[in-house]
């Protein structure tokens, strides 16, 4: 085959993610509202790439109910989404997404990578029948939109069939994939029933991407372990003639976005409101999606021993915590709100008294001025994801300290833990040591809190931003594509 330039003037990326910054709704119109309604979106994929100042086109599913609409619903939908956002939509029946998303995605690969147990009515054929053919729906709007010397950018573990169906239709695209979550050990990785045709489709790519070193590792002993001829070699794994590099780069924020909504009055009315609210008291903020792999059980228990083993401090502090529902569809969901609302409930009936509980929950979504004065009011902020591919939330609230130095009381299982050294950090399944952490962070000396803000703020605003990170993979990707071009011309 005659490979195309990577790089020409007509180049464009492709960006294809399950999810797109927007989700849809039904709007209604007694009430006056559009047709659609479009809100955006949460979630680390979400706020990495729309954090990107580089061009690309961005393609993906814009939700449930979008695949019961009728022909001309979805017609009318696609433009409005194309005219006001410029994003490509992908639509495929509610049924395939029930069992894909929910199921097969949600249900198998999120557990699994997370090293959580996977549900194992999950793995059934009708499940991974959908995984395909949400895939194949994909591919076929890829199809449509590329043109030779495109770059595609395929993301996450929603799509991990992506790369070999492209690669089917068109041998000389470049492809690279990016996963937002942990690659699990391959001990772990082995348990999925179906891992070897989705590792033969992730060797599809010419670049495969991870946040952490470790998963890039453990991917290549996968990959050595299940694949029959793949090699490692210095930059990745040759099977079947291919060459797939393989590279680490945590993804970032636009940290720029945040210094600006901090000078904006709207902000700065909400944190007003917010210090009066709190008077004096020392303010520990969390932000998660209610996610089992967030830790918010582990997390609530923290606080509690906090408040039981330094009675001084009842009265002195609050627990802000933003719990975002996510996946409600998806029965392990359903259970940890249930789980989360109960111990909010018990610890505060325990230990609150009528003018103060410990533990202010609010369970939606947030808008952005808001969650910034949220950290930007915040002594401390509080993470506890037992498994956690980089999580953002950690740099988001780096971003929005440089007035006060607070501490950012990490996780050792996020992957922010291996680029943020100026953490508080805790192994989050030692309650103990948690609450012991957190308090140690809220005591802590000024100038110690500063010089640790210090190095974490210069990697969240300069080093390692959302920028720099979607510039290093769409270098190296140029560069894997001439590599593998040249492996086969071997
Ligand atoms: P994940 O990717 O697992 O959702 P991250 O911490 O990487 O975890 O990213 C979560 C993103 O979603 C962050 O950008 C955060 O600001 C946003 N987010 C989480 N909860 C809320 C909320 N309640 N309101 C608004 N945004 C939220
Ligand atoms: C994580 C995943 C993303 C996902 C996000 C929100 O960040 O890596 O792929 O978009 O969570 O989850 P959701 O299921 O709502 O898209």
Redesign the pocket.
Known sequence: DQMEPVTSQATRILVV???LPINFSLGDPTKGEPEFVLKP??????TGLRGCSLPFTWIGWLGFGTGSLPKDAQDRLRAVVQRDYSFIPVFFPDEIASDY?NVYS?QLLWPVFHYQKQNIFAANPKAWAAYQAANKAFAAVVGEQYRPGDLVWV????LCLLPGYLREEHPTMTIGFFL??PFPSSEVFRTVPQRREILDSLLDANLVGFHAFEFARHFCSSCQRLIMDAETTQNGILSRGRLTTVMTDPIGIDATKFLKLLEQDETKDHISQLLAEFDKKKIIVGVD?VDYTKGLVLKLLAIEQLLKSHPEMREKFVFLQVGVP??QDVEEYQDLVREVNGLVGRINAEFGALHWMPIRYINRSVDQPYLAALYAVADACLVSSTRD?MNLVALEYVACQEGRYGALVLSEFAGAASSLPGSFIHNPWNIGETAEVLYNALIASEEERRLKHRRNFEIVTRTGTADRWANLFIEELGKAYAASSAILAE
Request: hydrophobic share 15%; glycine share 14%; net charge positive.
């Open positions: 993610s399950n999810r979106s949460s979630g680390g994929l979400v998303y949600n993301h996450d573990y929603q937002h979550i999606r996510s996946r591919g």
